[in-house]
């Protein structure tokens, strides 16, 4: 069965510099989440999109930003990367009201 | 503010043990509750998913109850293996919204000696 993918699978940055992690759903899902996870850390939830509208927000940065496309895959923008947004990044998507499919996760590393 | 915490946050056990465990949530207002699995690095795995009408759900060797009343829930493991070995997370999609984000706890790392 078809699942969540996540690309890049791992990303090194500098500070202040920009990342885009890309997400695409499992087919014909309507829901796409965000979450972060810092080291030792549980999953934080970040953003949302419900049938290609934010449907929630979370302790997403200012300097985060995010949009899902018409063919559904989404984009998690970061600028001005700082040491603390290392974590690995996880895109989940639903049906609704269904449980949520995790991909395997971005990590990021800023240096 | 929905809260959610894990007990205990590590455990050993020798194979072949029956375990439980725990999770509780500070508000009873949940759309559901899911447990997943995380291996060290790795991305979560759904094990099982268990609606706000539900009182429990089976998948293989895992059985997972609900308590909505009292903010509880358990994950119980029969014939542990070594296999399963790895952090369960448990979850809540809070609110009355079926697009609702996760509100994970801070798991259990649970770790089976041969």
């Known amino acids: 069965a078809a699942g969540v993918i996540q690309s890049p699978r791992h990303l090194i940055k500098e500070k202040r510099e920009t990342a885009t992690l890309k997400c695409y759903p499992i087919p014909r899902h309507d829901t796409v989440y965000w979450y972060q996870q810092g080291p030792g850390q549980d999953p934080q939830f970040l953003i949302s999109f419900y049938e290609k509208m934010q449907s929630d927000k979370g302790s997403i940065p200012d300097r985060f930003s995010a949009q899902q496309f018409s063919d559904y895959h989404s984009e998690l923008n970061m600028s001005s990367l700082e040491l603390g947004d290392s974590a690995l990044y996880f895109c989940?998507?639903?049906?609704?009201?269904?449980?949520?499919?995790f991909g395997p996760g971005t990590r990021l590393t800023v240096t | 503010k929905q809260e959610v915490t894990q007990i205990p946050a590590a455990l050993s056990v020798p194979e072949g043990e029956n375990l439980v465990l725990n999770c509780s949530f500070t508000d009873s207002a949940i759309y559901n509750l899911q447990w997943f699995r995380q291996d060290p690095g790795k991305g979560l795995t759904s094990l099982l998913l268990i609606q706000s009408s539900q009182r429990e759900q089976t998948s293989g060797r895992l059985n997972a109850s609900l308590d909505k009343s009292s903010g509880r829930s358990t994950l119980y493991i029969a014939a542990s293996q070594p296999g399963d070995s790895a952090t369960y997370l448990c979850?809540?999609?809070?609110?009355?919204?079926?697009?609702?984000?996760?509100?994970f706890g801070q798991g259990t790392t649970l770790q089976v000696k041969p």
């Open positions: 979850a809540v999609q809070h609110g009355s919204s079926n697009t609702g984000k996760l509100i």
């Open positions: 989940a998507s639903s049906l609704t009201g269904s449980e949520q499919y």
